[in-house]
């Protein structure tokens, strides 16, 4: 039974659609694969076996009844627990707020759950999404299913390695420097950062808000097309959802390239980058080559200020957002008579030290007499940034690079460095400065058998270009059909 656990979304939507399987069984299967293998890689904070069967029989019932059917129904998919579910805890990996549940639900799940999709439970992510390694949550660390001792990136890493691991066919992630891009790549799985505004951000507790994006974690291409554009659109709750209109994505026909133009920035492939990463995305950006595609360089020159730029803007956003966890409406409280000292005891003991130095960095960038130097100088950079892509998208369709400078690192190997931390999504914060769209997915492995990904950016509003490039990729490659030892059913 434990096997159907391992069947894509596309796979398994197959099976349902032909009868070939029942929703219960897949979710009892994804259940059965939970209790045997996440007692070792920690991917769940929490898990409603009672509730998830419940809607996968409410599927089966009215597959049996016939009629117009939703999409996606009977899927199971698991949420990282920064995005609300009615009746699900939501953490957002922090003890501030442990034991709050939400009396609502994320857009973004709601519209899966419209589409029929099942939720499995909560993933574990590095607190308030503050992290690339998923250390920083404050209940455990979740392991890399290719290897127990190296991370699985972060901050959606549980999301990424139940994924990788085959304990659900898909999971929702959130993207504000990298954090599904990172984590798919560290686990050698398909991830989704939608364009900013693609997706709403209803319901998603805020760390940075004009960085945050909602995207999908799958097995390829394929499973993430069929996903996305059930959860994207405008949203009235949302100010910054776009209009944009959306459509199915099919990819049928994606067999080859010809006439796509893909772009190589050099400053993507700097000094220092692990050379089996460095190879193994130069032979995939060959393998789009010989699939059609026009390869030609590109030049995003304010790549290196990204860094720093990222690290001023995120944490002044997010010592605004998170000021409102204070211990009076939710979440943890450490009683005081004095209210200022009750404030300071409950932030104090509920949030950890990698939030702590964020907010500490934020508040310090917009105070008075620092906000032009600091805050404001990194919103023109980030314009600088923005517009670097601007001018490459009118050479090119989309643009081809590493996802990180190395494959995954040891757990505790940047536990006393933070900005080795912060060096770790070099590459993938450009994408959130701009608000494109990026696509993480596996294109190798290096000598210890850790996996390698290659990201593709594009247009706003592009992704299905993206999805298109990334599974012709996959139909002539087998890099996404690699499964760990330890999740082998």
């Not at 790549?303 to 956003?317: D, G, N, S, W």
């Not at 990698?354 to 023109?380: F, H, N, P, W």
Request: hydrophobic fraction near 45%; glycine fraction near 10%.
């Amino acid at each position: 039974m434990t096997e159907l656990a391992a069947l894509s979304v596309s796979a398994a939507l197959i099976g349902l659609n032909n009868g070939d399987i029942s929703s219960r069984d897949l979710a009892h299967a994804c259940l059965a694969a939970i209790l045997e293998h996440d007692p070792a890689l920690r991917c769940f904070l929490a898990v409603d076996p009672q509730h998830a069967l419940a809607q996968a029989d409410a599927a089966d019932a009215r597959r049996a009844r016939g009629g117009d059917l939703p999409p996606l129904l009977g899927l199971p998919i698991a949420v990282k627990d920064v995005l609300a579910v009615e009746g699900l805890p939501a953490t957002a990996g922090s003890r501030i707020l442990a034991g709050f549940q939400p009396p609502y639900t994320a857009t973004a799940v709601r519209r899966l759950q419209q589409a029929g999709a099942i939720i499995l439970g909560k993933t574990n992510t590095d607190e308030f999404a503050m992290g690339s390694s998923t250390e920083n949550s404050a209940y455990f660390t979740t392991r890399n299913p290719w290897n127990t001792e190296r991370v699985p990136g972060g901050s959606s890493g549980g999301s990424a390695a139940a994924v990788a691991a085959r304990l659900t066919p898909a999971a929702l992630g959130t993207d504000t420097g990298g954090s599904v891009r990172q984590p798919a790549a560290f686990c050698g799985v398909t991830g989704l950062k939608p364009t900013y505004g693609r997706v709403s951000r209803y319901g998603l507790i805020a760390y940075g808000s004009s960085l945050d994006t909602v995207g999908i974690l799958a097995r390829g291409a394929e499973d993430v097309a069929a996903l996305f554009p059930h959860m994207a659109g405008h949203d009235p709750l949302d100010s910054t959802s776009a209009s944009h209109p959306v459509t199915p994505i099919d990819l049928t026909a994606a067999e080859s390239l010809a006439g796509l133009r893909v772009g190589v920035p050099e400053e993507y492939f700097i000094a220092g980058i692990q050379p089996a990463v460095e190879a193994a995305v130069r032979a995939a950006i060959d393998q789009l080559q010989a699939l059609g595609a026009e390869v030609r360089p590109v030049s995003l020159p304010h790549t290196k200020y990204a860094l720093p730029v990222y690290y001023l803007i995120a944490p002044a956003e997010a010592s605004a957002n998170l000021a409102r966890f204070d211990g009076v409406r939710y979440g943890l409280r450490v009683e005081n008579e004095d209210v200022i000292e009750m404030f300071k005891d409950t932030r104090g003991a509920g949030f950890g030290p990698e939030v702590i130095r964020r907010i500490m960095l934020g508040t310090y960038a917009l105070s008075a007499g620092y906000y032009d130097a600091y805050y404001g100088q990194a919103q023109k950079v980030r314009t600088l940034i923005a517009q670097d892509f601007l001018t490459a998208f009118e050479q090119v369709d989309v643009i081809a690079a590493p996802v990180a400078p190395t494959t995954a690192f040891p757990i505790g190997g940047h536990g006393d460095d933070p900005l080795a931390m912060y060096l770790e999504d070099v590459f993938t914060l450009p994408a959130n400065l701009a608000g494109v769209p990026g696509l993480a997915f596996p294109v190798g492995f290096d000598p210890d058998g850790l996996p390698i990904g290659m990201q593709l950016m594009g247009r706003h509003f592009e992704e299905a270009i993206l999805l298109h490039a990334a599974h012709a990729y996959q139909q002539a490659t087998d890099w996404h059909t690699h499964v760990p030892t330890l999740a082998t059913p």
